[in-house]
Nanobody, 128 residues
Framework: QVQLVESGGGLVQVGGSLRLSCAVS????????MGWFRQAPGKEREFVAA????????RHADSLKGRFTISRDNAKNTVYLQMNSLNSEDTAVYYC?????????????????????WGQGTQVTVSS
């Protein structure tokens, strides 16, 4: 079984930055495609970003490009989400995901949220 534990969420002012972390245990971290999703109040869950097993390939939601950056450290079994220039629309619960599929297969699962494992989520609130 794989456990995902997110951290780094909290309250931040508009224009500020946060870095989310997700620590993974239970299996070989480097065998998982990792991702971040979010769900704002009253809205559907949406894809934020994903990164391949080696970290050589990343994908970010078009609306977030330039502000959000996903990265991973396979030595630390951790994936990160750096979030800059935050605004009120970024307020949401952010979920870390792990998927045992190869990159090409995992990509097809992003829109259906059909990732193998999910964390409990961490709240990010952006206030003005």
């Amino acid at each position: 079984q794989v456990q995902l534990v997110e951290s780094g969420g909290g309250l931040v002012q508009v224009g500020g930055s946060l870095r989310l972390s997700c620590a993974v245990s239970g299996r070989t971290f480097s065998s998982y495609t990792m991702g971040w999703f979010r769900q704002a109040p009253g809205k559907e869950r949406e894809f934020v970003a994903a990164i391949s097993r080696s970290g050589s390939i990343t994908r970010h939601a078009d609306s977030l490009k330039g502000r959000f950056t996903i990265s991973r450290d396979n030595a630390k079994n951790t994936v990160y989400l750096q979030m800059n220039s935050l605004n009120s629309e970024d307020t949401a619960v952010y979920y870390c995901t792990a998927d045992g599929s190869s990159w090409s297969h995992a990509v097809s699962k992003f829109n259906s949220y059909d990732m193998d494992y999910w964390g409990q989520g961490t709240q990010v609130t952006v206030s003005s």
